[in-house]
Structures are given as structure tokens and as C-alpha cells.
């Protein structure tokens, strides 16, 4: 019987506040949406170390024809020079940091880059003479870059030592920027949220005060009377907090998974239903966030 | 005796503050006999019992600069008793309706209310204490969207009693202040005084013990003053304790029961019986004159020490 009196004011409520919590809905929806982005935005970066760092780690380029660097001054490197840096890399202070390595000719440079520019005009100016080959090492652990680079860069006929992960590293920077970007949005558009929130619920309360004063004297218990405002604040964010969930599965269905995961094959973006994981979050915050903005309007605003 | 203060009542039992219905009519200040209370000395704690409103020493200040609303009353209404609170604007009256409700904290003093010091009710216990009390305004506030059943059914509703029983309750009270057959009009549709009877129907549909009325005839013509006066006058008789604040002179007079006169926060007459304005002059001091009003059989304006006098 409460419980169906309690529903019965919500509805009361949401019904003679409705452009008001419309509002509120959109707002919890875009400052939420944020809130989301910038998680998406973490996801994919995590996702894209496991994918990468797995592979990429680093790369010893030989000297090539058209190397320019200073080690490189005696001219490509030698198949002995070649013969010392393999050597170098099975031996025991060095095996103690890698995992595996592999030696990159520069045929195989080359059908990487063709592979990798195919449609790009290029490809047919570059030749196999041009790139280098290169020693590419899966590191026991990746933090250990300093050591292998120490020993390698000073050796005859080693152009440069590449932490491929550092090439990545900026990628990520640029990324975890744009999810700073998201959430420092995702904050401002909260503490508005949180502001409608409490002005609506304010308005709400102001306009039943007839019916809350009655409550009050006959005897109605602090539940009864402050609920109906609680869950109405409630009711309106997690509507916004669904509507972010919904469009934050639709770009990671249709921007990430449709068309972003065919212009870049190679990269592996997050799945929807990675991004539906945001979703109970999204839901909690939404729901918090309402309902302590309303508690505290009411403990201001409805005495009881 | 003894019974009473070893078990001080800590907690207001809602059912203490209620009036059952019925021939059995419950009066919880059975278990404390009234034979007891006029042949011999009561002791404090039973007396704050057998009260239903008990006004401690009470001091009411709003502010700090200007006299007190209410000054270091004492005042004591027993259980089915009906009581006019008269006195002019600014003189107490809504204070004192304030206080026993606790939307306000006495400055100083004790207010109890069914033998609960109001003081002591925690703020959740509070809407406990409401239920036991049904109050009564001189602008009816019912909701304009809710038929007459409704407003009434209101009341229960929102404390939580199930639909079977508002459906039995709500018709049963309509009836008892003469309402039956417009359970389906809404507030506009009805006058003034059938608005009140309303209002008073939903004051008294939880059972209350108390029933506080602030000037609940204000708004009303004469004829149906009396008609209201008649409903309270019933409820009353079912053994619910009635104060009202009043300035309606032809009502106070025509009921002739105790009126308690209250000027510029102090009481300056408490008599049984009696008429609107005193036919003593009044003059002085307030203690000496009740003294002087010859009395019967009213209570006094409860300090321990002058007890005995009943």
C-alpha cells in the first residue's frame, strides 16, 4: 500500500515536473556520455598496450645505404659486424632480459612496407636497399629498454636502438589527454547535474508542499515524505545514465567496431560489450549523484 | 504508585496517544485510576502520566531581544478533556499548538505529551508522536486535486494502514462529522464548514488522543461555527483529549468548558466552565487571580507544590 502510494507521487511528480526533469535527464545523459568517453578512451589504451606490447618492444636498426647517423659513417653494416651483434644478443648478460629476438632482413622490411602502405604511392619509391634490417627483441621486461640499449647503440654498425614502445607511449599521451579532456567536461557537466538536480527537486518539493506539510502532521515517517523526492531525482538520472550507456555502445558498435576496425585492421579496438561493462558504473553515478544532490536539497528545503 | 515510577516511559507508544473506538471505549489513564488522584497526594511522575498535555515551566523565546511568546507557563490538560485556548494574536496560542507538536523546541521547561517528555523524542521518533495528534487549521488545508474520500484517505495512506482498512475507516468517520454521501465531491464543490468537517475527518481518522484546533471556526459563519463545535464536541465525548484556539466569544460561551487565557505569553486565567472573558476583573498577577476565580474542579496550572489543591 505505501509502496503503490510512494509510486503514485513519483509519477505525480515527474508528470507536473516534466520539462524540468527532461533536463535533468540530458544533463546526466551528456555529462555521463563524458564520463564514459574518457573511460572508453582508458579501455582502448589498455587494450591496445596488451595487443602491442606484446609485440613491439625493441628494435636494433642496422646500419643501411642510406643511413645518415654517425655510427653509420663506415658504410652498411657487415655480415661480421652482423655475426657479433647475434652473438652479443645469446649471450648470458644479455639473454637474462629478453625473451626471444628476431632478425629482420631488409626483404622482410621491405614486404612489411609494402604490406603496411599498400595503397600509398610510396611504396614504389622505396627499395629493399633503402630500409634497414634490423634485430627485433621481445624483452623479458619491457622496463629493461636502458640496459639493451646501453649495450647495442655503441656497437659497429648498429644505427640506433628503438624502444618501439616509446613510438606508442606518444599515442597514448595524445589519448590519455583527450580522456583528461573528457573528464575535466564530464566534471563541469556533473556539478551542473548535480545543480538542476537540486533546483528541480526543489521546485518539486515547493510545489507539494501543501501535501508534504499534511504529511507531516499526521504523522508520516521521514521515508514517506522524503522518497517520493529521492526517487524522483533518481528515476531521471538513471534515465540519463541509460541513455549514455546506449550511445557509448553504439560508437564503439558502429564508429569503433563498423567502420574505425576496417580503415585500421591491424589495431584492436574494444568491443561492445567491453564498453556495456561502463555501463554499470555509468548507472551507480548517475543514481549517487541524484540521490545525495536531492537528500541535501530536502534536508534544506522540506522540513520534517 | 510504585509501579509508575519504576517504569519511566521512554518512548511515546502510539497506542497510548490513541482512542480505540467501540463500546469499550480505551482510556489509557485507566490503569491509573482517577480515585486515586482526588483522595491523596500524587506523586510527580504519575501526574505527568495522567496528563495528556503537561506544560512544565515552559518558556518559549524567538527572540532574544523581545519578550518571550510563551513566558515559564504551567499548564495541564488531562486525558478527555476539552479545552479553548483563548487569548489575542500574538498572545501564545499557536506556540503553545507549536510545542506540543514539537515543530518547536521549548526555550526552556519540559513539555510532555502522553507522559513523553517531547524533548526526548529523537527526530525520527517524531512522526510517532504526530500520529497520536490530529490538528485542525482555520484554513481547512485540503488538497484541491483529491475528493473529500481521498483528503481523508490521505491521511492513512501516507502512514501506511492498507486499503481494506481505509476503505472501512474513511466512510465510518465521514459519517461522525456528517458527511456522509459527498465522499465524491471535491473541496470546491463543498462550503466552508463542510470543508472543515473534512479536515477534521482527517485529523481524527488515525484514532488520534489529542486533537489540537487552531482557530478551526475562523473562517466560518455563526450557524456553522456551532455545527463544527458539534463535531468536536462528539469527538470529545469518544474520549479524544480537544484544545482549540479560539477568538470566537459566541463559541466559547456557548460551550461553556474550561477556557484557558493566555496574554502576551503568560496565562492569566485557566477556569472550568467558563465564559470567553472572565467575569472577574483582571488585574495583576495571574496565580493570585485563578486562586481567586473559585474554581471547582479544574486542574491547576501544575506546580509540584500545589498539587494538594485537587
Known sequence: MRLAFILGEIGGGLRRNLSMVVSVILVTFVSLTFVGAAGMLQLQINQMKGFWYDKVQVAIFLCSDGATSASCATGPVTEEQQANLQTLL?????????NDFTFESQDDAYRHFTEQF?????????????????????????????????????QPGVETVIDQRQLLEQLFTVMNGASLVAVLVAGVMIVCAILLIATTIRLSAFSRRRET????????SKTVIQLPFILEGVIAAVVGAALASGTLWAVSKFFLGDYLSQQYPDTAFISPGQTLLLAPALLILGASLA??????????YLKV | MKTATRQPVRAVDPESLRIVEGPGLYFPHHEFPCT???????????????AMIRFENVTKVYDQKARPALDAINLEIDRGEFAFLVGASGSGK?????????????????????????????????????????????????????????????????IGKSRSVIRDTVPEVLKTVGLEGKEHRFPHELSGGEQQRVAIAR??????????????????????????MGVLDKINQNGTTVVMATHDDDIVNEMRKRVVELRNGVIIRDESKALYTSMIPVVGASRRLKDASGREDTAPPATPGSEGAR
Not at chain 1, 627499395?127 to 640496459?147: A, C, G, H, W
Request: net charge positive.
Open chain 1, 118 to 154: 599498400a595503397n600509398s604511392p610510396i611504396v614504389d619509391s622505396v627499395t629493399p636497399d633503402q630500409l634497414p634490417s634490423s634485430f627485433r627483441i621481445n624483452m623479458e621486461d619491457p622496463e629493461k629498454y636502458q640496459v639493451i640499449s646501453e649495450i647495442f647503440s655503441s
Open chain 1, 291 to 300: 540521490g545525495i544532490s536531492s537528500l541535501l536539497t530536502l534536508r534544506k
Open chain 1, 213 to 220: 506539510g499534511i504529511m507531516r502532521l499526521v504523522g508520516a
Open chain 2, 94 to 158: 499557536s506556540t503553545f499548538l507549536r510545542l506540543v507538536l514539537k515543530e518547536d523546541r521549548a526555550s526552556s521547561g519540559a513539555v510532555y505529551v502522553a507522559g513523553q517528555n517531547v524533548a526526548t523524542i529523537s527526530s525520527w521518533r517524531v512522526p510517532r508522536l504526530r500520529r497520536g495528534i490530529g490538528v485542525v487549521f482555520q484554513d481547512f488545508r485540503l488538497l484541491p486535486q483529491k475528493t473529500v474520500f481521498a483528503n481523508v484517505a490521505f491521511a492513512m495512506q501516507v
Open chain 2, 36 to 50: 486515586g488522584s482526588r483522595t491523596g497526594q500524587l506523586s510527580r511522575d504519575r501526574r505527568v502520566l495522567r
Open chain 2, 203 to 228: 485529523a481524527v481518522v488515525n484514532r488520534p488522543g489529542i486533537l489540537l484546533a487552531d482557530e478551526p471556526t475562523g473562517n466560518l459563519d455563526p450557524t456553522t461555527s456551532m455545527g463544527i
Open chain 1, 90 to 98: 645469446e649471450s648470458a648478460a644479455v639473454t637474462q632480459y629478453v
